[in-house]
């Protein structure tokens, strides 16, 4: 089927359009799935922080489940759900680290606490004594000293090869658009509800 739009400008206007009307605290979720090193599927929500260079950026910490997960396989899938305007956007695609330098600017835009957070917790592991964790976090934040990105931290840049978008009908009669790369071409085919 003939391309009307790209799928990349395509997510950018249903993106800007939901961030205008949303009301909810964190806009930017989107539910990341890795392969589980157990052979299960993992799936949480994470910060999509921009679609850059034709990749969907996130960050967070390397050494965490989902690091190691990307590390072993670097086959991933996002999923948006957007409230006010009822779409979503599913997308399947391969991560790559994202630089050093971009990495650094994403963790400069973190407030104090949340990088504290970064540099004192091991995202994930068990613990003993949440407070104790907690006091360490607030004391380093009290420090008022500039934190350095740890060398754990950093991103991935998800280069989509699949994306399909759903618009939620009230007759179930669903509007599902599924886009394919193939080399460098979008191939887009009309999905049943």
Not at 87 to 113: C, H, M, P, W
């Amino acid at each position: 089927m003939k391309i009307k739009t790209h799928p990349l400008q395509l997510f950018s206007e249903w993106f800007q359009e939901e961030m205008t009307l949303t009301k909810v605290q964190i806009p930017s979720a989107v539910c990341l799935s890795t392969n589980g090193i157990d052979g299960f599927p993992n799936a949480r929500f994470v910060s999509f922080k921009e679609l850059r260079n034709d990749t969907f950026i996130i960050t967070g910490p390397l050494n965490s489940r989902k690091g190691v997960e990307i590390e072993s396989n670097a086959n991933v899938a996002l999923t948006f759900w957007w409230t006010e305007t009822e779409r979503q956007i599913r997308i399947q695609g391969v991560a790559t680290k994202i630089s050093e330098q971009l990495a650094d600017n994403y963790f400069n835009e973190r407030d104090a606490y949340s990088q504290a957070v970064s540099l004192i917790c091991e995202q994930g592991k068990e613990i003993d004594n949440l407070e104790l964790l907690e006091k360490q976090v607030a004391e380093r934040v009290a420090e008022k000293t500039k934190i350095t990105r740890p060398k754990n931290w950093g991103g991935f840049g998800i280069t989509p090869i699949r994306i399909e978008f759903m618009e939620f009908k009230k007759n179930r009669f669903h509007d599902r658009k599924h886009y394919q790369k193939d080399n460098d071409t979008w191939i887009l085919n009309q999905i049943q509800p």
